[in-house]
């Protein structure tokens, strides 16, 4: 679990890692599990693959430890390999996104539980394509701005604008049909 | 009814917990990774002379750098083999177009002897029968 006095120096527990201290590197890996572990999941709605896919990048970080400079480099570090390799995996494997016919029935938009919401908008998330969703992602669970965003993931600022534009236009468009909400 | 999507993808995308060993499972396939790769990792590379060195610090690099010089080596010697066998046959080639430029002079020469020595002989001819011609009128 989480220990605070890890997340209270992050920057003894970073030198303290490079230096070769296992135990911060599991603090390390304790304070950013979360944010790796979520890219990765929303990416492909898949806990296994998410899981192993976390794994391998924090086993990325312990051998490239020494190229990182400070905690906040640490996580713009986890956040863009983590985001190029759910692109390679997805690449790789081919992965089948789930088409909006696969998403759930029609229902009654009243007292319609958060939950069901969430999970259906979750599910249409899926359906977006790979860089898209990837963008979504990272703008709506990390919070990120635009700008965050194309650093991150290489990719022009004026792209990431237009693929955040398109792709809320796709997911109103599919929640509506779907839940029938506007 | 109206809905808030931005509102509503946040707290769908929010962030999710990993499995409670997650961090156990990475320590574990940390301790299982091999000897020269952990210690690769705590040692700080400053220079790219030092990142390079690291890229052939592992075994099988050493031997394959160890090979590469070997080839290295032996093309080295090889090419020097070969070049100073072309300069050879070079040195040979304009030393026999010398010789041959010499045997062409002297050919000219002796073609421009023969000839004054023909000329002569043929003048000497003609005055023989020019006195003989005389004589006899």
């Not at chain 2, 072309?86 to 020469?109: D, N, P, S, T, Y």
């Amino acid at each position: 679990m989480h220990r605070p006095e890890s997340a209270a120096k992050p920057v003894e527990s970073l030198a303290r890692a490079k230096s070769g201290d296992e135990a911060a590197f599991a603090d390390l890996v304790r304070d950013h599990q979360t944010m790796v572990y979520s890219i990765a999941h929303h990416f492909f709605r898949d806990r296994a693959l998410a899981e192993d896919l976390a794994q391998e990048v924090f086993l990325h970080l312990f051998q490239n430890l020494a190229s990182i400079e400070s905690p906040a480099h640490l996580k713009f570090w986890l956040r863009k390999v983590t985001s190029h390799r759910c692109i390679d995996y997805s690449r790789r494997q081919k992965m089948k996104t789930i088409s909006v016919d696969e998403a759930p029935e029609p229902v009654s938009m009243f007292d319609l539980p958060d939950a069901m919401m969430q999970s259906t908008l979750r599910r249409i998330v899926a359906t977006l394509p790979e860089k898209a969703r990837l963008v979504v992602t990272l703008r709506y669970q990390e919070d990120l701005d635009p700008t965050e965003i194309a650093e991150i993931i290489d990719m022009p600022l004026n792209t990431v604008k237009s693929h955040l534009r398109r792709s809320l236009v796709i997911l109103r468009e599919k929640v509506s049909r779907t839940l029938g909400v506007m | 009814m109206s809905f808030d999507l931005e509102k509503e993808l946040r707290q769908a995308l929010r962030r999710e917990e990993a499995s409670p060993d997650f961090t156990n499972r990475v320590m574990a396939r940390i301790a299982a990774l091999p000897a020269g790769i952990k210690q690769e990792k705590s040692r700080e590379k400053t220079g790219w002379w030092e990142k390079l060195a690291e890229f052939f610090r592992p075994a099988p690099m050493k031997w394959a750098m160890a090979g590469a010089i070997v080839c290295l080596l032996m093309f080295a010697v090889l090419g020097l083999h070969r070049y100073r066998e072309h300069q050879r046959a070079i040195a040979e080639m304009a030393e026999g177009e010398r010789a041959k430029e010499q045997v062409m002079l002297a050919m000219k020469i002796a073609s421009a002897k023969l000839n004054v020595a023909q000329k002569k002989v043929q003048q000497s001819g003609e005055r023989e029968t020019e006195t003989k011609r005389a004589e006899r009128q």
